[in-house]
């Protein structure tokens, strides 16, 4: 029986995962606040709530790795 193999930790791919799921939090931020009259606050908002959302992104993603 061999042992339980590591997960791959790839930086790259972490780092991609994070900017992409932050970009999107703001994009849709923007969209937002030009629909409600403000891009700037809505981007602000969009960025408040997209570095989380990419935090927890990669978080779900790389579990394994961050568990072990």
């Given at each position: 029986?061999?042992p339980e193999r590591r997960?791959?930790?790839?930086?790259?791919?972490?780092?991609?995962?994070?900017?992409?799921?932050?970009?999107?939090?703001?994009?849709?931020?923007?969209?937002?606040?030009?629909a409600a009259g403000s891009?700037?606050?809505?981007?602000?908002?969009?960025?408040?709530?997209?570095?989380?959302?990419?935090?927890?992104?990669?978080?779900r993603r790389y579990r394994?790795?961050?568990?072990?």
């Amino acid at each position: 029986m061999e042992p339980e193999r590591r997960p791959i930790f790839n930086p790259a791919g972490a780092g991609a995962l994070l900017a992409s799921v932050t970009a999107l939090g703001v994009g849709i931020g923007a969209l937002i606040g030009w629909a409600a009259g403000s891009t700037a606050y809505g981007t602000l908002g969009g960025a408040l709530a997209g570095v989380p959302a990419g935090t927890f992104a990669v978080y779900r993603r790389y579990r394994g790795y961050f568990g072990a």
